[in-house]
């Protein structure tokens, strides 16, 4: 069962930001949140706002395209930042360690697609698309 939870059109940066922050605000230890849309569809923008609302907001956040992974320490957790844009098989998430991600942290996941299957549930699904206009459509979804 899929459980929609919202559609918002995101306008600009500081609406994205706002609606990241809002987010950050809902999430727990043990979330595993994954992002989808296009390329420069502001995937990355989210997570860094994210991982900026537990770290502080003067915390250098890089995207991990290149790497697959970055971590950030918060207070009481930490934070996995994947990008799997660059995976070829399903089965090297598991080099990156993925499972530990899973316990008491928190998951933010960019391209998931190859892992799907293999994420525990309950997944916040994020899925953004690009309009003309520079609009994005932000979909929340929680899977169960």
Not at 103 to 131: A, F, G, Q, S, V
Not at 134 to 144: A, F, G, Y
């Amino acid at each position: 069962m899929v459980n929609f939870i919202s559609e918002t059109i995101l306008n600009n940066e500081e609406e994205s930001r706002i609606f990241a922050v809002n987010l950050a605000k809902t999430i727990k230890k043990g979330d595993i949140i994954t992002f989808t849309g296009e390329l420069g569809s502001g995937k990355t923008f989210l997570c860094r706002e994210i991982i900026r609302y537990f770290c502080g907001i003067n915390t250098n956040v890089s995207s991990p395209t290149f790497n697959l992974l970055q971590t950030y320490t918060a207070t009481n957790f930490t934070i996995y930042h994947f990008d799997l844009y660059r995976l070829k098989s399903k089965y090297e998430i598991y080099e990156l360690g993925i499972e530990d991600a899973f316990h008491n942290d928190i998951c933010l996941i960019e391209w998931p697609e190859i892992i799907n299957e293999i994420l525990p549930l309950p997944i916040i699904r994020i899925n953004l698309e690009m309009e003309k206009n520079n609009q994005r459509i932000c979909n929340v979804t929680l899977i169960p």
